[in-house]
C-alpha cells in the first residue's frame, strides 16, 4: 500500500518541474502542399509589420524568405499558417514575393502574390551607425560601420564641402571623429590629445578649409582654442588661443568673424589676431550674453547672418540676438524661447527644456512661400538631451516636439532605441548633438544614451 | 517488521516450562466480548486477544496472574495454578463511563457536577488530515470561532478566538495550556492528546486568572496505563490541491482592456490593432506573451504524508508513554529541473518527541516526569514566501515571457515585481528551522495522613525556543526588452538588475521559559455533601535570548495566587465560588495587583426526586447553570511599562552664540508619554447554561448563552485639546468598553438503525460584539462614532449604483472626485449636498465571522464507519480592492479576475447596474474606495470533511497478532458553498493576495497492537 501511494506521488512527477514554452522549429513538411493565401496590409511606410497567410510554411525562419517591393524584409517568426515579417526601407518595387525553402536549403516552393504592395514614403528615424553589444555596452572603436563605436557622442557637424561627411566629438575621451556616409568608416582625427581638455563645438571659415574646435579647460595658460586645416586632413591641431572657460566657439557665415563665450560669465568674446604671437587675443568682452555665468555649448549665426541663437544648457532656454554687422557684435541677447526646466509645447517663456544641447538651423521654403523675410525662413533644431526628443523652434518662437517620446507603452518611459515614425515610434536616450545635410535632407543626430548616429530621413 | 517484533516479543515468555490456558471471556449479561486483552500481570508483552465467541488462548508460565480488561469494563485478575487450564471470566461494566469526564483547570471532574461552561472535544473529531492543530477547531468545537488565513506550508495554522473578539485594546487570543503549561498548539502532535477542554466562562477560566480573560483551552497528553504495551501506529498521506484558483483574464484580452480603460478616460491607446492580433495568435513570444504564470508555475497537487508510533504501557510502580511522529507537507511550486543541487519548492517537515513517565515512589506519592519538543524544518525560494504570492498575483500575461529566447531572465521591475519565475526558481532557498524542548517535572502527594481528602501538587517546567533562519540566495541578472524590435528584427535588452552571486546567511532567535507552579487541593464526600476547595500559586517568566533592543532585554513575568471552594449536594445542587488574584509587570506599584472573583451555581433537575420517579427514563440529566465573575486582562501587546515615560533629543534645539551650528543643543521631548495610573483591563462575565441529556442518553447536549462586558480597555485617547500642549504625542488610559453577547452550543443525537450505529451532531457559535466607550474626537454625526458598534466593524460609503449620464451627475450631490458615467454613486447620507467623510457609515458586518457553525452525520455499519461533517461561518463581510478587482488600479502592475470581463460598464454596453464601473487606468480616488459597492458577503458553507473507514475483522488481524488495524480514506473541503466566488472566502483577504487554503484526499492506515 504504501508502494501505491508514493507512485502516486511520482505520477506527479512532470507536475513538479517548469515546462519552458520553446516554440517548436520545424521547416515546412515537403510532402504536403504549401498554400499562400494573402498578406494584410496592402500598404505601408518603413518598419511596417506584415502578415502573410498560407499553410505549411514550417516554423523557422531562416529557411523563409520573403522579398517585398524588391527588398529582402526580415522574417521575425512564423507558426506554419503565418509569417510575420518587417517592411524594409525603400520597398517600393510593389510585389510580394515568399520563397519556403525545405530542411536541407535545397528545395524550395516560391509564390509572387498579385496583390500589389503599395509603398509608402515617410520621414523616419532611423539608425546610421554604431555598434553596441547585446549587454548594451559600446567600446570607442574605429573602423568601418560593422565595427565602429561610439561611448558619448556630442556634437556633430557636417563637411560643408562634402555631404558625405560629418565631423563629431567623442566626449568620453575628448577626441574629434570624422564619419564618411559613402564609404562607411569612422576615424579618429587627433593622434594624441595634446592638451585637449573637453573640446566641444566646431566653427567653420568662410572657404570651410579652416576649422576652430574649443577647448573648456579651468587655467588662465592653458588652451582655448585650435585650429585645423584642410590641407592637413584635419589631422594637426594648432594651438592658437590661452584662455579658461571656453565653452564654444562659432563664426558669422558672411565674413567669417570669429567668436567665442567664455562660460564663467557668459560673456561673449571677439579674439583679435596677434600678429606677433602668431594667436589670437582674447580681449575684452564684446556682449554680455546672460545676466549669471552659465554653460553656452551650442551657438550659431543664422545661415544669412542676421542674428545668432544659442542653447543654455544649464539654465534650459534658447537666446536669441540680432547682430550688428557694422559694431561686428550681438545687440541686445534676450531669451528667446524657454524658461526653466521642463517638457512641453508652446510659444515664448515656457518650461519646455531640460539641458538643450546642440541647436541647427534649417531652411524651410513655407516661409519663404508665404513671403518672409529671407533669416525667418529658417528653424532652428534642438537635441533635447534629457527630453529624450528633438525640439523644433520656429522663428515666430513656438516650440514643438519634432521627434523622439513614442512608442508610448505601460512603463511610461519615453527614452529608449526605436526606429520608425517621427512621433508615434521613435525614441531617443539623451541625444545631444543634432546637424543637417542639405543635399540628402537627412537630419543626423548624436544619440548618446543609445551610443549610435541616428538619422531622419526620407525612406 | 512489525510482524517481526510481536514473534520476538512473544517468544520470550516461552522460555521456562509453560503451559496452555484458554477460557470464554462474558460480560454481566453472559454475552461474549469480542476484543478483549488478556496478558500475564507485569511481564513484557503484547498479550492475546478473545476472538468472535470471546474465546481466547494463551502460553503462560504456571503461578502467573492473569488480567482480563476491556474497555468500559472493570478489569479481573485471576492467578492461574498449575491445573488451572480453563479460565473463564465475567467482566462488570464500569460505575464511570469515560464520556462522563471533564477535564477542568483544576482537574478530572465528573461532568454532572460542573457548573462552568465548559466543551469537551471528543479528540477523534480532532484527528484531521493537517500539520497544525488549529485548523482541526472551526466549526467542531462549540464556543472556537476560528478562521485559516493562509495555506502555505509551514504557515497553514488558523487564528482563533473563543467566543469571538471582545476587546480592542489588549490581547484577544486564548490562553493555551498544555499539561497546565503555556504552550504552543500549532506543532503539536494531536495524536498524543488524551483530552482537549475549552473553558469558556469566568468560573470556569477564573482559576488563571488574569490569562484566562480570553478563555482556556486545556490539553493533556497521554500517560500509559498499568497493563500490557499498547503499541499504536499510524501512516497516512495526502494529495494535496487548493480550495479555489483565482482565474485571470489571458493576455489578449488583457490588452484590449488596457487600451479600453485609457482610451475611455481621454487617454492615449498603448496597443495597435497589429499588436492585439500578435498577442491573440502568439506568433511572437518574447515580445506579445501570453504567459499563464500560475498555471506554469503551480504544481496541480501536492504530497504530504504523516505518520506516528507510540508506545504506552506499564505496571503498579511506574508507567511511560512514548511517542514520536513525522510530518511533511509539500508546497506547490514547480522547480528548474536544471537545479539538481538544492529545493528551492516550499517544503515543511516535523518531527514531534514526547515521553511521559509516572512513578509511584510511595504508595501516595507520584513524580511524573515528562519531555516533549520537536524539531521543524521550512524550506522556501529564495527570496520567497509572501513576495511569491504577490508577485503571481500582480504579474500580467502581457509584460514579459517568462524566459527570453537566448536564456535571459526578464523582469519586470526590481524587488519583489520581478519575473515570478525568477522568484521562484533561481534565487536559492531559505531554511527555517525551530528546536523547541519542554520538560516537566510533577510531584503529587496525597496528604491524606493530615485529613482525608487533602493534596498537594507541586510542578516545575521548563522549556526553550531556538528559531534559526539559514539562507542561501542569489539574484540572477535580469532584463527587459525594449518597446519594439530594431529595424533587423532584433529585440534590443536593457538591464534592470546586475546579478547578486549565491551568498550565505544565518541568524537565531528564541527564548526560554521557565514555570513553578504550587497546589493545594481538598476534596471529600461527607454524606450527600459534596466539598472541595484549592488553593494554587502560580509564577513564571519568559526570557529573550538574543534580543537585547530596548524593553525586550526584560524578561517578562507573571505571578498569581487562585483558589476555588466547590460544594455539591447529591448530584443535584452544585455551588462554586472562585478567586484570581494576580499581579502584572506592566502597571505601577500600587496599580499591579488586582482580585478577581467568580461564582457559579448548577441545578441538575433530573436528579430531583420528582422527576427521577416519573421521568428518568428519558430525562437523564437537565442541569441548569449559571455564572458570574470577573476576570482581568493585562496583555497590552507590544506596550511594555505604560507607567514609565520614555524621552528622545527632539527636532527642535537652541543654538548657543547664533553663529553658524557650532553651540547647538538638541532639545529632549517626550517619545513615550507616562499612564501611571494605568491598570487591569476587566472583564465582566455573565453565562447561562443548559447541559442535557434525553431518552437513555441518547440525545446530549449543551447551550450557553453569554454576556461579556470588558472595562478599562487601554486605548489612545483622541479627545484631547490642542492647549494641553501634548503636540503628537498621544496619551493612553483605560476608558475603552466593549460588550459582547452570543450563544453557543452543541447536541447530538445516536441511534441504533437495525445494524447500524448512526449519530447526528452540530455546534454553533455565535457572539456579536460592540464598542460601547471609546474617546473619539467630537462629531455632529453619531454615526461616525465607534460607539454602538461593532469592534472592526466596516465602514464605508453606501453605493447606488452607477451614473447613467452626465445630467444624472449634475442632479446627483456633488462629488469631489469628477465621477464620469459609469462611476459609482454614492448616497449623500447627511444630505448636506456634498459626498465627503461625513457620509461613510457602518457597512455590513465584520471581516472576522460572528458565526461558526458545524454538523456532522456519522454511521457505523459492521466494520466500515462513515463521516461527513459540513463546517460554516456567517456574519462575515469586507470590502474587495487591490489590483485584482480594481483593473490597472497600479498602471500594469496587478493581473485582472476573469470575473471583470465581461461585467463592467462600457460606452456601448452602459449598464447602470453593472458588477464593476467605468474601466480608468492608473487608479481612480471616486470608485476605488471603500463602498457597499465593493462590499461582499463571506459566509460560506464547506464540506470539510467525508471519511470512509474500514477496520479489518478480528479474525484476520488475530492472525498477525494486531489488535485493531483500520483503512481510511479522508478528503477535505471538498466543496465549498459560497455567494463570493473569486477567492477563498474563509481567507479573510480583501485582494486575495494569499496561498490559498488546501483541499485534500488522504488514504492512511491504523494499526494498533
Known sequence: ?459 | MILFLTGSLSGVSAQEQSMKVRGRVVDSKNMPLVGASVYVKDVAGLGVTTDINGDYMIDITPYSTLVFSYVGYDSSEVLVKENMTTVNVKLKESAESIEDVVVTGTGVQKKVTVTGAISTVDVEDLKVPTSSLSNALAGVVPGIIARQTSGQPGQNISEFWIRGISTFGAGSSALILVDGFERDLNSLNVEDIESFSVLKDASATAIYGSRGANGVVLITTKRGKPGKVNINVKVESSYNTRTYTPEFVDGFTYASMMNEARETRSQQRIFTDNELFLFKSGLDPYLYPNVDWMGKLLKNGAMSYRANLDISGGGNTARYFVSASYVNDDGMYRTDEALKDYDTNANYQRWNYRMNVDIDVTKTTLVSIGVSGWLSKQNEPGFGGGDIWNSLIGSNPISIPMVYEDGRMPAYGTGNRTNPYVLITQTGYMENWQNVIQTNVTLNQKLDFITQGLNFNGRFGFDTYNYNYRGHRQWPEQWRAERMRDTNGEIVYNKISDEALMFQEASGSGNRKEFVEATLSYDRTFGDHHVGAILRYTQDQTTNTTDASGYNWLPRKHQGLAGRVTYGWRSRYFFDFNFGYNGSENFAPGHQFGFFPAYSVAWNIAEEPFIKKSMSSWFNMFKVRYSYGKVGNDDLGSYRFPYLEQFMTGTTGFNYGDYYNDYRVDGLRYSTLSSPEVTWEIATKHDLGLDFALWGNRITGTVDYFHEQRDGIYMSRQNIPAIIGLWDRIPYSNVGSVLSKGVDGNAALTQQLGQVNLTVRGNFTYSRNKHLKGDPLRSNYPYTYWEGYRVNQNRGYIAQGLFKDYDDIRNSPQQSWNPMPGDIKYKDINADGVIDGNDQVPVGTTSVPGLIYGFGISAIWKGFDFNVHFQGAGKSSLFINGSSVYPFIDGDWGNILSDVDGNYWTLDNPNPNAKYPRLSYGGNANNYQASSFWLRDMSYLRLKTLEIGYTLPKKITRLIHMENVRFYLVGQNLLTFSDFKLWDPEMGSSNGQQYPLTKSVTIGVTIKL
Open chain 1, 1 to 459: 500500500m504504501l508502494a501505491l501511494l508514493c507512485s502516486m506521488g511520482l505520477g506527479g512527477c512532470d507536475d513538479a518541474h517548469v515546462e519552458l514554452d520553446v516554440p517548436p522549429s520545424y521547416a515546412s513538411d515537403p510532402n504536403s502542399k504549401v498554400s499562400f493565401t494573402s498578406f494584410t496590409p496592402t500598404e505601408g511606410g518603413v518598419r511596417t509589420t506584415m502578415f502573410i497567410y498560407g499553410d505549411n510554411f514550417g516554423t523557422d525562419p531562416d529557411l523563409i524568405d520573403v522579398k517585398i517591393g524588391g527588398q529582402t524584409a526580415k522574417v521575425i517568426r512564423a507558426n506554419n499558417k503565418e509569417i510575420y515579417c518587417i517592411v524594409p526601407a525603400r520597398a517600393d518595387q510593389g510585389y510580394v514575393e515568399v520563397t519556403i525553402w525545405d530542411a536541407a536549403h535545397e528545395n524550395s516552393v516560391s509564390h509572387s502574390f498579385d496583390q500589389r504592395f503599395t509603398y509608402i514614403y515617410n520621414t523616419v528615424v532611423g539608425t546610421l551607425c554604431g555598434v553596441v553589444d547585446s549587454e548594451g555596452n559600446a567600446a570607442y572603436k574605429d573602423g568601418t560601420f560593422e565595427e565602429a563605436g561610439f561611448t558619448q557622442p556630442g556634437l556633430i557637424y557636417t563637411d560643408p564641402k562634402d555631404p558625405n561627411v560629418l565631423y563629431m566629438f567623442e566626449q568620453s575621451a575628448s577626441q574629434l571623429r570624422r564619419i564618411n556616409v559613402a564609404n562607411e568608416t569612422v576615424e579618429s582625427l587627433i593622434a594624441t590629445a595634446s592638451g585637449w581638455n573637453q573640446v566641444n563645438s566646431i566653427a567653420w571659415s568662410v572657404t570651410a578649409d579652416t576649422m576652430f574646435v574649443n577647448n573648456n579647460q579651468s587655467n588662465d595658460d592653458g588652451p582655448a582654442m585650435f585650429l585645423l586645416k584642410r590641407e592637413e586632413d584635419f589631422k594637426v591641431a594648432h594651438l592658437i588661443m590661452r584662455g579658461k572657460d571656453c565653452n564654444c566657439v562659432f563664426t558669422d557665415p558672411v565674413e567669417g568673424t570669429l567668436f567665442c563665450v567664455i562660460g564663467t560669465n557668459a560673456k561673449l568674446h571677439r579674439p583679435e589676431w596677434n600678429e606677433s604671437t602668431q594667436m589670437y587675443d582674447l580681449g575684452e568682452y564684446v556682449a554680455s550674453i546672460a545676466a549669471t555665468g552659465q554653460w553656452f555649448q551650442s551657438i550659431s549665426f543664422v545661415p544669412t547672418g542676421d542674428y545668432m541663437m544659442g542653447t543654455s544648457r544649464q539654465n534650459n532656454y534658447v537666446f536669441k540676438a540680432t547682430y550688428d554687422r557694422e559694431g561686428k557684435r550681438p545687440t541686445n541677447p534676450l531669451p528667446f524661447v524657454g524658461s526653466g526646466a521642463g517638457y512641453g509645447e508652446g510659444v515664448g517663456l515656457g518650461n519646455f527644456f531640460n539641458g538643450p544641447r546642440q541647436g541647427v538651423f534649417v531652411y524651410n521654403e513655407d516661409y519663404a512661400a508665404s513671403g518672409a523675410a529671407p533669416q525667418d525662413c529658417y528653424d532652428y533644431y534642438i537635441a533635447g538631451s534629457a527630453n529624450h526628443c528633438i525640439h523644433k523652434v520656429t522663428p515666430t518662437g513656438a516650440v514643438s516636439t519634432y521627434a523622439g517620446r513614442g512608442s508610448v507603452s505601460t512603463t511610461g518611459n519615453v527614452d529608449g532605441y526605436i526606429d520608425g515614425d517621427l512621433r508615434q515610434v521613435a525614441q531617443f536616450s539623451w541625444p545631444e548633438g543634432i546637424t543637417y545635410c542639405e543635399s540628402t535632407q537627412t537630419f543626423y543626430i548624436s544619440d548618446a544614451g543609445n551610443h549610435r548616429i541616428r538619422t531622419i530621413t526620407v525612406q
